[in-house]
């Protein structure tokens, strides 16, 4: 047991021990996963550029699909987001390991709201202001998890992903 023990903890020391903070000026991050939100499980899929040491700007795509009923009837809608955001990482601030990653910032997003056709208010679109914060760990200097919460866009509630350093 103790060899398991020895045994893990050295690979979780190899894997955390070249892993760097924010992704650092010059530098481009692919994030994708799954989303919260009461409208459906949105997927999605980001990239991060890091403009600042501390400072980064990206834009991401998602797109969900769900089912509700109105009037007795069912009826069936889709959800395609675009939106830019900007992130402000507290790593350097607060002097956080470097294998961890703590940001907040605001995001601009245009949502197209699909739904059959005699659905009242079907297929509309609209601008989406809002906010984020979350904490992205490194298992290395390329792979981490990332977890977000926010308001406002079409992830009201939060998302969940893997992030790759490219």
């Known amino acids: 047991m103790k060899r398991i023990l020895f045994s893990l903890s050295c ?5 955390t021990g070249f892993a760097q ?29 890091g403009v600042h040491p501390d400072v ?5 795509l998602s797109w969900r699909s769900y089912n509700d009923r109105f009037d ?3 009826y069936n809608h889709s959800v395609i987001g675009l939106s830019a955001n900007g992130n402000y990482h507290f ?7 470097t294998n961890w990653d703590f940001y907040a910032g605001l995001n601009l997003g245009f949502y197209i709201w699909n739904s059959d056709d ?8 609209g601008l989406g202001l809002g906010a984020q914060i979350g904490g992205r760990y490194y298992f ?6 990332n977890l977000e919460f926010g308001g406002g866009n079409a992830f009201s509630g939060g998302k969940v992903g893997v992030s790759v350093r490219l």
């Open 11 to 15: 690979l979780l020391l190899s894997t």
């Open 21 to 49: 903070g924010p992704i650092a000026k010059g530098q481009a991050q692919l994030n994708a996963g799954l989303g919260l939100s009461s409208w459906g499980l949105p997927l999605y899929v980001g990239l991060d550029f």
């Open 56 to 60: 980064t700007v990206g834009g991401e």
């Open 72 to 74: 007795n009837r069912k």
């Open 91 to 97: 790593n350097s601030l607060l002097d956080i390991p």
């Open 118 to 125: 005699d659905y009242p208010g079907s297929n509309t679109s």
């Open 140 to 145: 290395n200097d390329k792979i981490g998890v």
